[in-house]
């Protein structure tokens, strides 16, 4: 009784890695739309830097677990991370210099970027084949709430306690995550069950093939990032909007996109939607266009929301991709590819973006585009490819 007990506590705290996730990924947006005031309060504009500054190192460090030894227990490096989170989100909650908060910022990256490969590891437990599909999914969908929904909250709650304060509760909420996971754990190795042991890495004949793959989640986090600034940018430059309005409007284009995807794995409707790819695509890119010319701001706003719908009809790709591996196979390298090509997208879509934003509004508008029709190629090649039933990779839902 007491064994059938334990277990059944266990199942619970499972989701915490997704919980984490969820945080790691709130943290590191939230500031999404506070240049203006963590510019003023750190003296320097080298804080748009600030998203690419843990989204890289992150990436490195996610990259670093294809070399680990197979076996080396995911719980271990889940652990540290969330203990770097809490630190990381400390000292960010009391830095004073711009260098400072990207030097802790980089290094955050770097100390937390074993947390998603991790993550998604301990959801692939071999023997609990169906249950490790649904937290896996658990863990991708905790990343999108918290891409979503960070830099909305952020900038809303900035104005009523600070971004300091923010961190300050992260840390406080990381904390507690850590202190029942490490409690929930040793309960669960102390009922007899063996640790989590990946087994030796083999690869995959069609390993070929999921170059494609790969190209749509770097796309993805390119245009994820990158849609994010020039959100900021635009609305502020056309309408004069604070910091408070350009959070409500990354929320507008957030949710509609967050929404259908949910939806479209709830009901599986994979296969029906990918038929209207190229459509719903044209429906984002007609949306830049017509944000081209002056608009009015509530019509533009209704146009990030069409967008958004639009832009999220792309995503059956990703339940068709959240596939467990192939018996006998080993998750490290897809997984931690993943995530590092992910976070790579995340670190580089700003990048590219602040960078076209110096140059021209157009040039920028012109990219996003581009960037649509290349995910619009991508897709149907990730859809056709077949490789699913074989390589994971780390895909997120629509922000």
Same mark, same amino acid.
């Given at each position: 009784?007491?064994?059938?007990?334990?277990?059944? @506590?266990?199942?619970?705290?499972?989701?915490?890695?997704?919980?984490?996730?969820?945080?790691?990924?709130?943290?590191?947006?939230?500031?999404?739309?506070?240049?203006?005031?963590?510019?003023?309060?750190?003296?320097? /504009?080298?804080?748009?830097?600030?998203?690419?500054?843990?989204? +890289?190192?992150?990436?490195?460090?996610?990259?670093?677990?294809?070399?680990?030894?197979?076996?080396?227990?995911?719980?271990?490096?889940?652990?540290?991370?969330?203990?770097?989170?809490?630190?990381?989100?400390?000292?960010?909650?009391?830095?004073?210099?711009?260098?400072?908060?990207?030097?802790?910022?980089?290094?955050?990256?770097?100390?937390?970027?074993?947390?998603?490969?991790?993550?998604?590891?301990?959801?692939?437990?071999?023997?609990?084949?169906?249950?490790?599909?649904?937290?896996?999914?658990?863990?991708?969908?905790?990343?999108?709430?918290?891409?979503?929904?960070?830099?909305?909250? @952020?900038?809303?709650?900035?104005?009523?306690?600070?971004?300091?304060?923010?961190?300050?509760?992260?840390?406080?909420?990381?904390?507690?995550?850590?202190? +029942?996971?490490?409690?929930?754990?040793?309960?669960?190795?102390?009922?007899?069950?063996?640790?989590?042991? +990946?087994?030796?890495?083999?690869?995959?004949?069609?390993?070929?093939?999921?170059?494609?793959?790969?190209?749509?989640?770097?796309?993805?986090?390119?245009?994820?990032?990158?849609?994010?600034?020039?959100?900021?940018?635009?609305?502020?430059?056309?309408?004069?909007?604070?910091?408070?309005?350009?959070?409500?409007?990354?929320?507008?284009?957030?949710?509609?996109?967050?929404?259908?995807?949910?939806?479209?794995?709830?009901?599986?409707?994979?296969?029906?939607? +990918?038929?209207?790819?190229?459509? /719903?695509?044209?429906?984002?890119?007609?949306?830049?266009?017509?944000?081209?010319?002056?608009?009015?701001?509530?019509?533009?706003?209704?146009?990030?929301?069409?967008?958004?719908?639009?832009?999220?009809?792309?995503?059956?790709?990703?339940?068709?991709?959240?596939?467990?591996?192939?018996?006998?196979?080993?998750?490290?390298?897809?997984?931690?590819? @993943?995530?590092?090509?992910?976070?790579?997208?995340?670190?580089?879509?700003?990048?590219?973006?602040?960078?076209?934003?110096?140059?021209?509004?157009?040039?920028?508008?012109?990219?996003?585009?581009?960037?649509?029709?290349?995910?619009?190629?991508?897709?149907?090649?990730?859809?056709?490819?077949?490789?699913?039933?074989?390589?994971?990779?780390?895909?997120?839902?629509?922000?």
């Amino acid at each position: 009784m007491k064994q059938e007990h334990i277990k059944q @506590g266990y199942q619970w705290v499972e989701a915490i890695p997704a919980a984490a996730c969820m945080l790691l990924m709130f943290q590191a947006y939230l500031i999404a739309p506070l240049s203006p005031s963590l510019s003023v309060d750190l003296s320097s /504009s080298l804080i748009n830097l600030a998203v690419p500054a843990f989204a +890289i190192p992150f990436a490195i460090s996610a990259s670093a677990m294809i070399f680990i030894k197979p076996a080396i227990n995911p719980r271990d490096y889940f652990v540290f991370s969330l203990i770097a989170l809490c630190a990381g989100t400390y000292l960010l909650s009391i830095v004073t210099s711009a260098t400072g908060f990207l030097t802790i910022r980089a290094l955050t990256g770097l100390a937390t970027g074993a947390m998603l490969p991790s993550a998604i590891l301990l959801s692939l437990r071999p023997h609990q084949h169906k249950r490790s599909l649904k937290y896996m999914v658990l863990v991708i969908f905790a990343l999108a709430t918290g891409m979503t929904f960070g830099p909305s909250l @952020g900038g809303w709650l900035n104005e009523l306690i600070g971004w300091r304060c923010l961190y300050r509760i992260i840390r406080t909420l990381a904390a507690l995550l850590l202190l +029942i996971y490490i409690w929930e754990d040793r309960r669960e190795r102390y009922d007899g069950v063996e640790p989590f042991v +990946i087994k030796a890495a083999g690869r995959s004949p069609s390993d070929w093939k999921s170059r494609y793959n790969y190209s749509f989640v770097y796309l993805t986090g390119v245009f994820h990032s990158g849609v994010f600034v020039w959100i900021s940018h635009y609305f502020t430059t056309h309408y004069g909007l604070d910091e408070f309005q350009i959070a409500t409007d990354l929320f507008i284009f957030g949710l509609p996109g967050f929404v259908v995807t949910l939806l479209m794995y709830f009901y599986r409707l994979d296969k029906k939607v +990918i038929t209207i790819l190229y459509a /719903s695509l044209g429906v984002t890119i007609a949306g830049l266009l017509a944000l081209m010319v002056s608009l009015p701001l509530w019509l533009a706003e209704c146009l990030l929301g069409i967008m958004s719908i639009g832009f999220g009809c792309s995503q059956p790709l990703f339940i068709g991709i959240l596939k467990l591996p192939r018996v006998g196979s080993s998750p490290i390298e897809p997984v931690a590819k @993943g995530s590092a090509i992910l976070f790579a997208g995340y670190g580089t879509g700003p990048l590219i973006m602040l960078a076209l934003l110096s140059v021209d509004l157009a040039a920028a508008m012109l990219f996003l585009i581009l960037l649509v029709l290349a995910l619009a190629y991508t897709s149907r090649r990730v859809w056709n490819a077949g490789v699913s039933k074989v390589i994971p990779v780390i895909p997120l839902s629509n922000i």
